[in-house]
């Protein structure tokens, strides 16, 4: 690579954290999708809704997308927003997106028009794909396509864009810690890269069966399309939400025989719950053989007591922003966990700094910011150059592919077998009667406890200007609240303790699954 500003050498314990450097065959994922369509076009691709479909009618359905799409005037590199809930229509639509070369936009028909609006004026897409239940929206925006499996032609053959290694195939929505939502755009190199990693981490089998246990609007519902159906697998899409309801879970995971599936931490720890109560779930399990666990803070207790009562499943702790093509960093869980679940190191062609306020690597085992290199570093915010050079700092180290490597905003630490310690947002950081806090400190210390299933703690502020602060917890069975309190005034120090506590007996989850931190706080008005 031809450097065109003095580049720095790594020292040698950042090494630790260089992902193996592998090729990326040049080929775009149309191209893979056909040929897998040549080997298993009769297999069942998609179940959804108690029906299968096969690779050779998912395929000839794309193409008659892709077909409309191009003749609607799409080309390559065009934004295409797909406002279609997970169902066979979606997958169709992702698949006819990447074979027309355009860019594949999730959003959440459930959003407010107002919010949509916002984004759709931000970006200014080409197209909107829409759904039955996403038809309001074509009564606003005249760019709008709606996509119905039965009544889409079969089409043989279409005739797929070149999309090359370092352009666009994938945008996501996220707010980050501005709290506004902005588009970050991904390259075919980088969601390779991370497809072919998981067939080398787990290996892949045309038995397979991968349960899409995301929302559409997040990027890890693109490796659970993408990755089964590139080789052979199953996609089983839920309805109804019914992935969020663990008796539910349970039912799909024996009736399709899930073999893998992901879970934002939230989730995991109400379907582990329900399954300490339900013993006679257990036999349910028995086709899982990995999880995969990201998005959010893990929650130790619930780790270790699954890997306790089901060894047959490996669970993976992933991290990674949705500006670096999906999760990057991998640990895999194979002991019973303290306090911490480490992030682990990075995969392949992926590179994990931790840097300090001058981006040089922090001393072994200090805390500094995560900085995220190689081919999984995307293309920046769409029509947002002033955030972009925010967040994609210009590389200045020699062993690092490419221009830019990604500002996390995440604090982190190398530990002694040369793991990534998460430890927090740089944000978290708080101030309260001259003393610096930090609220994940804070969160995991009330954690430790026993009797302590859920916390969430935040700063409120109050009219006098004053600030103070606040904690939501939820107790395991039979724990007296004032019991809780005591045992939190012996263990933390007195300005760790939060100002007010309210006890919840259920834990709000929004429709993404995660913990509903709006509902908590209006607790306290």
């Given amino acids: 690579m031809r450097c065109i500003i003095k580049k720095v050498p790594l020292h040698n314990f950042v090494q630790l954290s260089l992902g193996e450097k592998v090729a990326i065959p040049d080929v775009s994922i149309g191209e893979l999708f056909f040929r897998a369509v040549e080997k298993f076009g009769n297999k069942t691709a998609v179940i959804h809704d108690s029906r299968q479909y096969d690779y050779c009618e998912i395929d000839k359905k794309s193409n008659s997308l892709a077909c409309e799409i191009s003749l609607g005037g799409v080309e390559k590199g065009d934004i295409v927003f797909c406002c279609i809930p997970a169902s066979v229509d979606l997958i169709i639509s992702l698949l006819a997106i990447m074979k027309s070369g355009a ?7 459930s959003w407010p028009i107002s919010y949509l609006k916002s984004m759709i004026d931000s970006v200014n897409p080409k197209l909107i794909l829409i759904h039955s239940i996403s038809e309001e929206i074509s009564n606003i925006f005249d760019n709008c396509l709606k996509v119905d499996y039965y009544e889409l032609g079969n089409v043989a053959h279409f005739s797929m864009a070149r999309v090359e290694k370092n352009e666009p195939v994938y945008g996501i929505f996220t707010s980050g810690s501005t709290g506004k939502s902005k588009c970050c755009l991904n390259t075919s190199v980088g969601l390779l890269n991370r497809l072919q990693y998981m067939s080398k981490r787990y290996g892949v089998r045309s038995s397979d069966v991968i349960l899409l246990n995301s929302k559409p609007m997040f990027d890890a519902s693109l490796w659970q399309i993408l990755w089964p159906l590139l080789n052979g697998a199953m996609v089983v ?16 995971i024996e ?3 899930i073999t893998m599936t992901d879970f934002i931490p939230s989730v995991f720890q109400l379907f582990t719950d329900h399954l300490k109560m339900n013993r006679s779930d257990y036999d349910k399990l028995k086709s899982l053989r990995q999880i995969l666990i990201g998005g959010e803070k893990i929650c130790v207790q619930a780790v270790n007591w699954f890997k306790t009562n089901f060894l047959h499943v490996g669970i993976t702790n992933t991290y990674g922003p949705a500006e670096c093509s999906i999760g990057t960093i991998f640990y895999e869980v194979n002991q019973e966990m303290n306090k911490k679940i480490p992030i682990g190191t990075p995969i392949d062609n992926v590179v994990a700094l931790i840097l300090d306020d001058y ?4 001393a072994f085992g200090e805390p500094g910011e995560i900085y995220l290199g190689g081919i999984c570093v995307g293309l920046g915010y769409l029509n947002n150059p002033k955030i972009t050079v925010r967040a994609f700092v210009k590389n200045t180290f020699c062993h690092i592919e490419g221009a830019f490597i990604y500002r996390t905003g995440d604090r982190g630490r ?15 950081q708080i101030k309260i009667n001259g003393r610096r806090l930090e609220i994940d400190g804070i969160e995991n210390a009330i954690l430790s406890l026993d009797h302590v299933r859920n916390v969430y703690v935040f700063v409120n502020n109050l009219p006098n200007h004053q600030m103070e602060l606040c904690a939501c917890v939820r107790l395991k069975e039979n724990i007296d609240q004032d019991v809780c309190m005591r045992k939190l005034s012996d263990m933390l120090p007195s300005e760790w303790i939060p100002a007010r506590v309210f006890f919840v007996e259920n834990w709000p989850l929004n429709t993404n699954g995660k913990t509903d931190c709006l509902q908590l706080k209006k607790l306290f008005d």
Avoid: A, Q, W
């Fill in 237 to 252: 899409v839920p309805k109804d939400n019914e992935n969020f309801f663990p008796p539910l879970l349970c039912d799909l």
């Fill in 359 to 362: 981006l040089v690597p922090v």
């Fill in 255 to 257: 009736t399709y025989h």
């Fill in 103 to 109: 860019v594949y936009v999730p959003v959440d028909c």
């Fill in 414 to 428: 190398y530990m002694p077998d040369g793991t990534i310690e998460f430890l927090g947002r740089l944000d978290s």
